[in-house]
């Protein structure tokens, strides 16, 4: 983080001076324009009246041309200024980044070049999309010919366009999408018709005593959400009492707190990308975050490695010479190890629930089904000694806890 920003710094540095640049070259272009103005009406007049040119004329004509050049000179000078804080952000980037990250790894570890390229490009693409910039996801898909069905953009296409009227304060094409999509969205456990209903109805009430008709009308679309919210919808029916009064006086107030649109547009997100299959965060962003995270784990590693001639060490595409430990944001699947086996359950060997509640992996399931079938099998087997084992150490815990809740 101290190095981005240092960064950051000089990257200040130089947006600040693009603005007093930008400012004083308009500035004087403006009282430049406005001079050479004034002396073309006097010409335009001399010229109309048929008299030759005076040589005062012509000594302002002179000063004229001399502040031109002079008003060029320092300006471009001034824009050579800027370069030079340019290429310290360059240096600056070079002072604190490891230029040869891309060598963390060997190229035996990679897909090859174009399979990284076509990732990459994807990878920007959909993050473009996500974030709503269109017109530049299409450009990129243009100048790299790459592919993108149409079923892939409709997504993202419909996700900002609705995203757009909420931060517009328009509610229309969220609550259609929302009642089209009810079942499923019911079926996740989501509130979003609801918070979006009752938005509209604040929406209403914010109109004063002359939309007490149109609100209560409206407050028939409640009634599905009765069971659930009951809570809420009192509050919001009991703010009809102060609407005459006025409600940013009375204690309704909240309701009219603008941060409701930020958390619908929120919620909006998070439930559409769940129904749509699309992640609230794009991969390159995650990617990019965890990133920030390991390589300086893993440029330390490298450098270990070179340093003990430990050739080897890292040849798997799938994992990590070392556990790099990225936060709880970055977890998105559990992992469960078998306290059987010890070992990591996977799609070949999923997690499996016995009946006394106990969940081991099917591998070690199968040993102590084996174990108890062949009858020749030592009973110290090690699997089976450590299940038992196991089992024996949650009963006594479950046996002891009962004992002290009886006390």
Known sequence: ???????????????????????HCEQSLEELLHYVGQLRAELASAALQGTPLSATLSLVMSQCCRKIKDTVQKLASDHKDIHS??????KAIDRNFDSEVCGVVSDAVWDSREKQQQILQMAIVEHL?????????????????????????????ELNRILEALHKH????????????????????SSLEFKLHRLYFIHLLAGGPDKQLEALSYARHFQPFARLHQREIQVMMGSLVYLRL????SPYCHLLDTSHWAEICETFTRDACSLLGLSVESPLSVSFASGCVA???LMNIKAVIEQRQCTGVWSHKDELPIEIELGMKCWYHSVFACPILRQQTSDSN???KLICGHVISRDALNKLINGGKEEEKPATDSSHFS?????????????????????
Request: proline share 5%; with cysteine.
């Open 170 to 189: 328009d509610l229309g094409p969220a609550l259609e999408w929302a009642i089209s999509h009810r079942q499923r969205l019911l079926e996740l456990n």
């Open 387 to 407: 299940l038992s084992i196991y089992f024996l150490h949650t009963s006594f815990l479950k046996l002891t806890a009962r004992k002290l809740n009886r006390k």
């Open 129 to 157: 999309y996500q974030q709503g910039m269109l017109s530049v996801a299409e450009e990129l898909c243009q100048e790299s010919t790459l592919n993108v069905d149409l079923d892939f953009k409709q997504p993202f296409l």
């Open 295 to 297: 390589l300086p784990v």
């Open 85 to 90: 804080s340019v290429s310290r952000v360059g």
């Open 350 to 352: 999923p997690p499996i």
């Open 1 to 23: 983080m101290e190095q981005c920003e240092s960064v950051e710094r000089e990257v200040d540095k130089v947006l600040q001076k693009f603005l007093t640049y930008g400012q």
């Open 246 to 249: 006025g409600l940013e006086k």
